[in-house]
């Protein structure tokens, strides 16, 4: 199970309830593209790429052209998989891929606009085309939205020195 930045229940669009699950990144070295081998737990490899090729071949109903994988894009695959299992299992979800903007204290890296995060996210258009992302899919009946959003912070974030030094025992957020 993918760990998430926000999953929670709400109403989409007003009316329609659905399992929403939030990916946020700050900066783009956090998103590029990562090896599943660094990863993965050699017991899960096999589930998780059972996983992924399965939601793959399920997504391509929509498009040919989706190409999640356990090989390239490991996370974003696997996060992309598991909201599609959750839609194919009838439960309506939501996906948000977050980039927070303006957070100039996280990373040299860091998304300075919005326009910054849409472009980063743009990389991803190989693996999810554009064509998939910020309309209802249907999954076997059940609702599947692909959102990519962002989002100015409202505070800078203390510095690296500072989280490492001050991080609560036991929380492993604050890296």
Known sequence: MPHWDLACEARYRGHERAMVLVEAKAHREEFLNENWSTKAKEPNRSAITKAILEARDGLRKFTAEVAISPEA???FSNRVAFAWKLAEEGVPTVLIYLGFTGDGAINRTWFATARDWY????LTNAVVPRGLWEK???????PLWLLIRSRRCI???PD?????NNKPKGLSFLA
């Open 160 to 164: 690296l020195d500072w989280r490492r």
């Open 73 to 75: 894009w490991y996370q």
């Open 119 to 122: 472009e980063t996210m743009a």
């Open 155 to 157: 505070r800078l974030s």
């Open 136 to 142: 209802k899919l249907q999954v076997g009946g059940t």
